[in-house]
Every structure is written in C-alpha cells, then in structure tokens.
C-alpha cells in the first residue's frame, strides 16, 4: 500500500505509530468542536506526531450558530499544545451542518490570522452556498473537498471528481489504514494553486523563504565621447524618468551613494566616472 492521507479523530485513533508514520503521508484530527467539547485524542495525538515527525493539521467542527466564537475556543485550545511544534501546519475549519457562509467565513478570517496555513473543509454538494467565502480565502489557505462517488475505500475521483477550485479532495470515508482504527477518511492532494504535497506538509515556518540577491546590477559601460549627464544616461540605458533634470536624476545618484544630490558639476562628474566603467548602479 503506498502512503496515504488520512483524517482522523477519536473515533478513529491512532493504534501503532510506526504503521501511521509509514502508511500516512501527513495527519489531520479532530480538535474541538462547538465551544466546549475538546477532542479526547487530542494531547496524545499532537504528542504522538511530534515525537514520530509527522506533520499535522487539526479542525474544529463547526456547529451551526456563534462560530466565530468556536473558532476563537479553537485556537484557545490547540495554541498551548503547539506552542513549540515543529510538525503542526496548519489550523482547519469543518463546515457542514449548514452554516450561514458569512459566519462561517468569520471563523475562517479569525483562524487566517494567526500565522499558520488553513483549510477550509466542505462538501461537493454545498459548493454553490459557500462559492463565495472559498474564493476569498487567503493565499495560504487551500479547499478542502468532500465528494465520496462510489464511496468503496478506492480513489474513485476520476469518475467523481471535486470541483476545479479543490486542491484536497476527500474521496473515501471507508478505508483500511494500518496503524488507524476503523473506516478511515482518505484524501488526494491535487496539485493546484502552488499547493503540493509538499506545501501541506511544510508550516510556514519552516518554508524556504526567497533569498534576498545580494548581485548588484549596473548600466551598461559608456563608451562615447560626450560629457553631458543626460546624454549618457540615454547611451547607457537609464530610463527616461531618470533623466532630465537634477529632479529626475535624483533616484540613480541616491543608489550611487550620493544621498544629498543638488546636480552639481563635481557629482555629476562623479556618475559620468562610474558609468564610463561600467559601474553605474541601476535604480
């Protein structure tokens, strides 16, 4: 069997942690749902995953009514026990009994604020209702879809397929998962949106953030006979709005360490000097 993604709770715990971590790519639970009940696998399994390496996410299912104030439990319950977690990305809303899209979409806001990836879970059948509120998710947060088709533990998502705008579709409620107790809800990621295995698997955190370039680039070398400033910068390629007037000149002389630039003879010398060897930083 190869690996899997699976979503969990304590209806359907852990059993063996090594079969889980060799059988599940990543981990979803159940956290908190309403804003009272707290998931009695909870601590064990934030525990479980962080001592196995697992990445993981958690949700709350939402009930219908107030769920801004679920969301706010939420993240109240789960913030503690993930204070130090290298393997926790992201927070999850579970919404399917019904709930209003403009609250739901306030729990979803609240969650998208506190700096890790998010979810949105729904059903095929109630895309139409929340189109909206998905389309206004945050860059980092993806669509998580339920559509079960023929519902037989197999991925049957190419005669069932989720809607073009799911990047998680849940596809199975029936599987067999080892190291997983009973019917086991099965997902598929679907590489839309930047939003690979890797990006569900990854916090924040720990993502490769762009490097800042540290190569300087430069106009190109003057190689003509004038002595006008203007003209120059014409030949070497600095852009029209550069160029001109002291005014306009103001922006290249500032990236070539004349912060104070008034248009004199003796800093214009300066850049023509720099541009003549090919050193004349661009804006």
Same mark, same amino acid.
């Given at each position: 069997?190869?690996?899997?993604?699976?979503?969990?709770?304590?209806?359907?715990?852990?059993?063996?942690?090594?079969?889980?971590?060799?059988?599940?790519?990543?981990?979803?639970?159940?956290?908190?749902?309403?804003?009272?009940?707290?998931?009695?696998?909870?601590?064990?399994?934030?525990?479980?995953?962080?001592?196995?390496?697992?990445?993981?996410?958690?949700?709350?299912?939402?009930?219908?009514?107030?769920?801004?104030?679920?969301?706010?439990?939420?993240?109240?319950?789960?913030?503690?026990?993930?204070?130090?977690?290298?393997?926790?990305?992201?927070?999850?809303?579970?919404?399917?009994?019904?709930?209003?899209?403009?609250?739901?979409?306030?729990?979803?806001?609240?969650?998208?604020?506190?700096?890790?990836?998010?979810?949105?879970?729904?059903?095929?059948?109630?895309?139409? !209702?929340? +189109?909206? @509120?998905?389309? #206004?998710? =945050?860059?980092?947060?993806?669509?998580?879809? &339920?559509?079960?088709?023929?519902?037989?533990?197999?991925?049957?998502?190419?005669?069932?397929?989720?809607?073009?705008?799911?990047?998680?579709?849940?596809?199975?409620?029936?599987?067999?998962?080892?190291?997983?107790?009973?019917?086991?809800?099965?997902?598929?990621?679907?590489?839309?949106?930047?939003?690979?295995?890797?990006?569900?698997?990854?916090?924040?955190?720990?993502?490769?953030?762009?490097?800042?370039?540290?190569?300087?680039?430069?106009?190109?070398?003057?190689?003509?006979?004038?002595?006008?400033?203007?003209?120059?910068?014409?030949?070497?390629?600095?852009?029209?709005?550069?160029?001109?007037?002291?005014? !306009?000149? +103001?922006? @290249?002389?500032? #990236?070539? =360490?004349?912060?104070?630039?008034?248009?004199? &003879?003796?800093?214009?010398?300066?850049?023509?000097?720099?541009?003549?060897?090919?050193?004349?930083?661009?804006?």
């Amino acid at each position: 069997m190869s690996k899997v993604i699976a979503d969990i709770s304590h209806w359907k715990p852990v059993t063996s942690w090594s079969k889980a971590k060799a059988n599940c790519y990543f981990l979803i639970s159940k956290a908190t749902e309403g804003t009272s009940f707290v998931d009695s696998t909870l601590k064990s399994f934030v525990s479980g995953c962080e001592k196995n390496k697992i990445p993981f996410w958690l949700y709350v299912y939402l009930k219908k009514g107030n769920e801004l104030k679920q969301a706010e439990f939420f993240v109240k319950t789960v913030k503690p026990l993930i204070k130090n977690s290298k393997y926790f990305v992201g927070y999850i809303v579970d919404v399917e009994t019904n709930n209003t899209a403009t609250n739901a979409y306030k729990a979803l806001q609240y969650i998208e604020k506190q700096g890790y990836k998010c979810m949105w879970y729904s059903m095929y059948t109630q895309y139409s !209702k929340y +189109k909206s @509120v998905i389309a #206004k998710r =945050g860059k980092n947060t993806a669509y998580w879809e &339920a559509r079960y088709g023929a519902n037989n533990g197999k991925d049957t998502s190419a005669k069932y397929p989720c809607h073009s705008t799911c990047e998680l579709h849940q596809y199975t409620s029936v599987a067999k998962v080892g190291g997983l107790s009973g019917a086991i809800d099965l997902n598929k990621v679907m590489n839309r949106n930047c939003k690979d295995l890797k990006w569900f698997m990854t916090p924040l955190s720990q993502e490769k953030k762009k490097p800042i370039s540290t190569t300087t680039s430069y106009y190109k070398k003057y190689t003509g006979t004038s002595s006008k400033i203007d003209t120059i910068f014409k030949a070497v390629g600095v852009p029209e709005k550069y160029r001109g007037s002291f005014g !306009k000149r +103001k922006a @290249v002389a500032k #990236k070539n =360490g004349y912060s104070n630039y008034s248009g004199t &003879a003796k800093q214009n010398l300066a850049l023509i000097e720099l541009a003549k060897k090919g050193k004349l930083k661009k804006v």
